[in-house]
């Protein structure tokens, strides 16, 4: 009896140091991961993609991939929104009251 409880010790022990590990702190391939999305949608962004624009607006708003940057944010959300991308205008006025 004494081994099984000593088993589902260790599991739970061991799913918790688990868990622990990945809320304390981000792995690094996730880093690496935001990173390389982050640098494809500002490629597509650049190239004048509408919907690049409007989500490399969000990774700057919430810091994926890169620092926040709320004027970049505002900047690209309007790019987004004088190419015809409805929710762009709408996250203009948005983050135009958060700053």
Do not use: C
Not at 9 to 14: E, N
Not at 51 to 57: C, D, G, P, T, V
Not at 66 to 92: C, F, G, I, M
């Amino acid at each position: 009896m004494e081994n099984k409880n000593s088993d589902k010790h260790f599991r739970v022990m061991t799913v918790g140091a688990l868990l622990f590990g990945l809320l304390s702190g981000t792995p690094a391939w996730a880093n690496e991961l935001s990173r390389s999305a982050f640098l494809f949608q500002k490629s597509l962004a650049e190239s004048g993609n509408a919907e690049a624009q409007f989500k490399l607006a969000g990774m700057y708003e919430d810091g994926i991939g890169t620092e926040v940057d709320l004027t970049s944010a505002r900047q690209w959300y309007q790019k987004a929104a004088d190419n015809n991308y409805p929710q762009a205008l709408v996250k203009v006025k948005f983050i135009s009251n958060k700053q």
